[in-house]
């Protein structure tokens, strides 16, 4: 693949006459498309190299697929943070239908969830924009849910069973406290050079799916059996949110801990000689370990 930006000109050598065709490349920071040229010859061969290179409608296919991969995941995160006021509006609407539609939109942005993470893997096309946005959006989701639930519950406890909106307030506080808490010490961690310490681990993709599957079945709120079985999932759900973050914090603290302990000196694990001379003054001033 020709380097990003490279001016067009006429290069000495080849055969014919040169014409520069412009090829769309992928930044790595941002995940979208930028414009890169390649000269080629009257033949369609790269000018300039001994090899017989590459045609130019080869390179524009090549580079317009790359755009394409790389572009997908992020429009699918996009497309999850734009159906979000979307389920809202619906949670809303006096409709007999409604709280279907808005839990079926927040079952449509999980599995978009799903599915940019495993494009991104797949084609092994992750970008910096994406990285950022995935998590972001994922929070919004999950915490505008539990507010519009907290509402509802707290509003119509009457309709199910006495201190409903308590079991779901103290579950939301919890959630959202996890993913601050986990937030934090991601970013903490990136800092020390220790990101993979805190990657996400088996109890955090149970958590979330739990989760998930819990919020769907409280907003849409079928019948009296439905709620009780999503508060169920959603208590579940929010045991493994602390053992998550347990387990987090503690892997959190013993890479903290590792970076922050000063290295061994050399030959500090040795044995002294019972007779090694020094005076006590001296010994005083040496070093620990030593």
Aim: hydrophobic share 50%; with cysteine; proline share 5%.
């Amino acid at each position: 693949m020709p380097p990003l930006n490279s001016a067009a000109s006429r290069m000495p050598g080849g055969n014919g006459d040169r014409k520069a065709a412009d090829l769309f490349s992928v930044s790595p920071d941002s995940g979208f498309p930028i414009i890169s040229r390649m000269v080629y010859n009257s033949r369609g061969r790269a000018a300039g190299t001994g090899s017989s290179g590459y045609c130019e409608e080869g390179w524009r296919m090549q580079n317009n697929k790359n755009a394409m991969m790389y572009r997908i995941p992020n429009a699918l995160t996009m497309f999850r943070v734009i159906l979000i006021p979307f389920y809202v509006l619906f949670y809303y609407l006096p409709f007999n239908f409604s709280n279907l539609v808005a839990a079926l939109i927040f079952v449509i942005a999980c599995l978009t969830d799903l599915l940019d993470g495993y494009l991104a893997r797949k084609w092994q096309v992750c970008s910096r924009f994406g990285a950022f946005l995935d998590p972001v959006a994922d929070k919004i989701m999950v915490c505008v849910a539990l507010i519009l639930m907290v509402s509802h519950y707290s509003k119509y406890e009457a309709s199910y069973f006495p201190y409903i909106s308590v079991f779901i307030t103290l579950c939301a506080i919890v959630v959202v406290s996890r993913e601050i808490v986990i937030s934090a010490l991601r970013e903490w961690m990136a800092e020390i050079g220790s990101r993979a310490r805190v990657a996400v681990s088996w109890i955090g993709k149970w958590k979330t799916t739990i989760q998930m599957i819990a919020i769907a079945g409280l907003i849409w709120r079928h019948d009296l059996w439905m709620v009780y079985a999503a508060l169920v999932m959603l208590l579940l759900a929010v045991v493994l949110t602390i053992w998550s973050m347990v387990d987090y914090i503690i892997a959190g603290v013993r890479a903290i801990n590792e970076k922050s302990a000063p290295a061994p000196e050399a030959g500090a694990c040795q044995a002294e000689p019972a007779d090694s001379g020094i005076s006590p003054e001296a010994a005083s001033d040496a070093p620990e370990g030593v």
